[in-house]
Protein backbone atom coordinates (compact mmCIF):
# COMPACT_ATOMS: atom_id res chain seq x y z
CA UNK A 1 0.00 0.00 0.00
CA UNK A 2 1.44 3.28 -0.68
CA UNK A 3 1.35 6.76 -3.14
CA UNK A 4 4.46 7.34 -5.42
CA UNK A 5 4.95 11.06 -6.20
CA UNK A 6 6.67 11.57 -9.88
CA UNK A 7 7.17 14.29 -12.10
CA UNK A 8 10.06 16.40 -10.30
CA UNK A 9 13.09 18.56 -11.59
CA UNK A 10 14.24 21.46 -13.18
CA UNK A 11 12.40 23.99 -15.02
CA UNK A 12 13.28 27.82 -15.96
CA UNK A 13 10.70 30.38 -14.30
CA UNK A 14 7.82 30.38 -16.78
CA UNK A 15 8.12 26.75 -17.49
CA UNK A 16 6.22 23.78 -16.50
CA UNK A 17 6.19 20.64 -15.07
CA UNK A 18 3.43 17.79 -14.34
CA UNK A 19 3.42 15.63 -11.16
CA UNK A 20 1.80 12.48 -10.46
CA UNK A 21 0.73 10.78 -7.43
CA UNK A 22 -0.19 7.30 -8.19
CA UNK A 23 -1.37 4.45 -5.78
CA UNK A 24 -0.67 0.99 -5.60
CA UNK A 25 -2.44 -1.28 -3.28
CA UNK A 26 -5.71 0.81 -2.69
CA UNK A 27 -8.62 2.32 -4.40
CA UNK A 28 -7.27 6.17 -4.69
CA UNK A 29 -11.11 6.65 -6.00
CA UNK A 30 -12.05 6.13 -2.10
CA UNK A 31 -9.89 9.26 -1.00
CA UNK A 32 -9.63 12.84 -1.33
CA UNK A 33 -5.75 13.61 -2.31
CA UNK A 34 -3.47 16.82 -1.56
CA UNK A 35 -0.33 18.19 -3.00
CA UNK A 36 1.96 19.77 -0.08
CA UNK A 37 5.40 21.45 -0.59
CA UNK A 38 8.20 22.19 1.39
CA UNK A 39 10.89 24.06 1.00
CA UNK A 40 14.27 24.24 2.94
CA UNK A 41 13.81 26.07 6.36
CA UNK A 42 9.54 25.84 5.50
CA UNK A 43 7.14 24.17 7.09
CA UNK A 44 5.17 21.72 4.90
CA UNK A 45 2.22 23.77 2.84
CA UNK A 46 -0.97 22.63 1.27
CA UNK A 47 -1.41 23.46 -2.37
CA UNK A 48 -4.02 22.12 -3.79
CA UNK A 49 -6.52 19.46 -3.18
CA UNK A 50 -9.13 17.87 -4.85
CA UNK A 51 -12.26 15.61 -3.65
CA UNK A 52 -12.63 11.64 -3.82
CA UNK A 53 -14.69 12.06 -6.94
CA UNK A 54 -13.35 14.99 -8.39
CA UNK A 55 -15.70 17.27 -8.54
CA UNK A 56 -14.39 19.47 -6.01
CA UNK A 57 -10.70 21.50 -6.24
CA UNK A 58 -8.68 23.41 -3.84
CA UNK A 59 -5.74 25.94 -4.80
CA UNK A 60 -3.86 27.90 -2.45
CA UNK A 61 -3.53 31.83 -3.43
CA UNK A 62 -0.29 31.48 -4.21
CA UNK A 63 -1.05 28.75 -7.11
CA UNK A 64 -4.53 29.67 -8.22
CA UNK A 65 -4.73 29.84 -11.42
CA UNK A 66 -1.34 28.83 -12.31
CA UNK A 67 -1.89 24.84 -10.72
CA UNK A 68 -4.79 22.54 -12.40
CA UNK A 69 -5.36 19.42 -10.10
CA UNK A 70 -7.16 16.41 -11.52
CA UNK A 71 -7.53 12.45 -11.39
CA UNK A 72 -8.42 9.65 -13.34
CA UNK A 73 -9.49 6.99 -10.80
CA UNK A 74 -9.51 4.25 -13.37
CA UNK A 75 -5.85 4.78 -13.55
CA UNK A 76 -5.62 5.09 -9.80
CA UNK A 77 -4.07 8.68 -10.29
CA UNK A 78 -3.59 12.63 -9.58
CA UNK A 79 -1.88 14.92 -12.00
CA UNK A 80 -0.89 18.28 -10.78
CA UNK A 81 -0.56 20.46 -13.83
CA UNK A 82 1.96 23.20 -12.67
CA UNK A 83 2.14 25.98 -15.32
CA UNK A 84 3.84 29.37 -15.41
CA UNK A 85 6.59 28.09 -12.92
CA UNK A 86 7.86 30.65 -10.03
CA UNK A 87 11.06 30.42 -8.60
CA UNK A 88 9.45 30.14 -5.03
CA UNK A 89 7.77 27.20 -6.33
CA UNK A 90 10.62 25.34 -5.60
CA UNK A 91 9.94 22.37 -3.03
CA UNK A 92 10.04 19.44 -2.21
CA UNK A 93 6.34 17.95 -3.58
CA UNK A 94 4.23 15.47 -1.75
CA UNK A 95 1.16 13.53 -2.59
CA UNK A 96 -1.26 12.41 0.27
CA UNK A 97 -4.43 10.39 0.44
CA UNK A 98 -7.25 10.25 2.89
CA UNK A 99 -11.00 9.11 3.57
CA UNK A 100 -13.02 12.00 4.73
CA UNK A 101 -16.56 11.30 5.79
CA UNK A 102 -19.62 13.74 6.12
CA UNK A 103 -18.71 17.77 4.78
CA UNK A 104 -14.97 17.58 5.00
CA UNK A 105 -13.69 16.44 1.93
CA UNK A 106 -10.34 18.18 2.04
CA UNK A 107 -7.99 19.14 4.75
CA UNK A 108 -5.22 21.56 5.00
CA UNK A 109 -3.14 20.21 7.39
CA UNK A 110 -0.87 17.60 6.79
CA UNK A 111 -1.63 16.09 10.26
CA UNK A 112 -4.99 14.97 8.65
CA UNK A 113 -3.48 12.81 5.89
CA UNK A 114 -1.99 8.75 6.91
CA UNK A 115 -0.76 8.00 3.39
CA UNK A 116 1.70 10.05 2.21
CA UNK A 117 4.13 10.06 -0.99
CA UNK A 118 7.90 9.85 -0.75
CA UNK A 119 8.21 13.56 -2.58
CA UNK A 120 9.60 14.92 -5.71
CA UNK A 121 11.84 17.64 -5.99
CA UNK A 122 10.61 20.62 -7.98
CA UNK A 123 13.78 23.16 -8.57
CA UNK A 124 12.93 26.50 -10.77
CA UNK A 125 15.83 28.59 -11.48
CA UNK A 126 14.99 32.44 -11.75
Known amino acids: VQLQASGGGLAQAGGSLRLSCAAS????????VGWFRQAPGKEREGVSGISATGTRTYYADAVKGRFTISRDNDKNTVTLQMNNLKHEDTAVYYC????????????????????WGQGTLVTVSS
Open 25 to 32: GFTLAHYA
Open 96 to 115: AAEKFSGSRWFELSPEAYEK
